[in-house]
T-cell receptor
Framework: GEDVEQSLFLSVREGDSSVINCTYT??????LYWYKQEPGAGLQLLTY?????DMKQDQRLTVLLNKKDKHLSLRIADTQTGDSAIYFC???????????FGKGTKLSVIP | DAGVIQSPRHEVTEMGQEVTLRCKPI?????LFWYRQTMMRGLELLIY????????DSGMPEDRFSAKMPNASFSTLKIQPSEPRDSAVYFC??????????????FGPGTRLTVL
């Protein structure tokens, strides 16, 4: 089955850019999602990218997809303290409605 | 829409007791997913339904776990008997295949289960 790897922790200063990386194993993944989880809350969809795209920009968020290397990244520009949370990468396999989640990257924003 | 609704938000029980977690998906969604989140194992898919029918329950840890979806607006996850290692946050999510290109899963707030 799919295996998804993420770094567990990332710390950045307020105003800097954050880059959260993810690698996955299933080359047939069609949609790749980024979710955000704040303390004590459920997962909130941030953005997603379809596998035929290399990049998607949505306000402060930029998603980059390298299909050859099976590498996905999420860039948050002008990181704010409110961005402190755990970020999950979740690819969806072809013909499937299941998502496979990474362990999540805990982003800490230093004021 | 109110989003995915889960109840209770917190449950504390003693080992051996039966626990029932409840979920109301977003109206019109035809997929429902149950996940378990722990520090050690992260977020694991337990089971999912399509049009109220269980499609894949391979993630259900053992026979003590069971899930039902009697209608399109309600699902339960039952643990009987509960054990301390079942302590986790249980999430329900729903999605709609009628939304092209997305099929995004929307998550509920979760139920934090503690088994003493």
């Amino acid at each position: 089955g799919e295996d998804v790897e993420q770094s567990l922790f990332l710390s950045v200063r307020e105003g800097d850019s954050s880059v959260i990386n993810c690698t996955y194993t299933d080359s047939s993944s069609t949609y790749l999602y980024w979710y955000k989880q704040e303390p004590g809350a459920g997962l909130q969809l941030l953005t997603y990218i379809f596998s035929n795209m290399d990049m998607k920009q949505d306000q402060r968020l930029t998603v980059l997809l390298n299909k050859k290397d099976k590498h996905l990244s999420l860039r948050i520009a002008d990181t704010q303290t409110g961005d402190s949370a755990i970020y999950f990468c979740a690819p969806r396999g072809a013909g499937s409605y299941q998502l496979t989640f990474g362990k999540g990257t805990k982003l800490s924003v230093i004021p | 829409d109110a989003g995915v609704i889960q109840s209770p938000r917190h449950e504390v029980t003693e080992m051996g007791q039966e626990v029932t977690l409840r979920c109301k998906p977003i109206s019109g969604h035809d997929y429902l997913f149950w996940y378990r989140q722990t520090m050690m194992r992260g977020l694991e898919l337990l089971i999912y339904f399509n049009n109220n029918v269980p499609i894949d329950d391979s993630g259900m840890p053992e026979d003590r776990f069971s899930a039902k979806m009697p209608n399109a607006s309600f699902s339960t996850l039952k643990i009987q008997p509960s054990e301390p290692r079942d302590s986790a946050v249980y999430f329900c999510a729903s999605s709609s295949t009628t939304t092209p290109q997305e099929d995004t899963q929307y998550f509920g707030p979760g139920t934090r289960l503690t088994v003493l």
